[in-house]
């Protein structure tokens, strides 16, 4: 099993910025994609981000490309998003994922687990 667990979400003015933090542990694989998604009320789940297991390679949805910057420290396990130029559209759950393989990807079919998420706001 592996256990995601997500922190830094909160309330921000529109404008702002916020750093997400995901801590991964269990039974990771040698290689290990990970990703963050969001999802709003009454909106399908979408994927933002993605890194792939050396974090050399990253894959953004349109909606953040320049805004949103995904990292990890493989060292400790943990994967980042920093987020700038914050929209009040960017509102919603964020999740942590991550599923066996190399490359990033922002297909769903492509992690097996899941955090729990952390609300993130953005006032107009």
């Known amino acids: 099993q592996v256990q995601l667990v997500e922190s830094g979400g909160g309330l921000v003015q529109a404008g702002g910025s916020l750093r997400l933090s995901c801590a991964a542990s269990?039974?990771?694989?040698?290689?290990?994609?990970m990703a963050w998604s969001r999802q709003a009320p009454g909106k399908e789940r979408e994927f933002v981000a993605a890194?792939?297991?050396?974090?050399?390679?990253?894959t953004y949805a349109d909606s953040v490309k320049g805004r949103f910057t995904i990292t990890r420290d493989n060292a400790k396990n943990t994967v980042f998003l920093q987020m700038i130029s914050l929209k009040p559209e960017d509102t919603a759950v964020y999740y942590c994922?991550?599923?066996?393989?190399?490359?990033?990807?922002?297909?769903?079919?492509?992690?097996?687990?899941w955090g729990q998420g952390t609300q993130v706001t953005v006032a107009s």
């Open positions: 994922a991550t599923g066996s393989g190399s490359w990033a990807s922002l297909r769903a079919n492509d992690y097996d687990y």
């Open positions: 269990g039974r990771l694989g040698t290689w290990y994609r």
């Open positions: 890194i792939s297991s050396s974090g050399t390679q990253t």
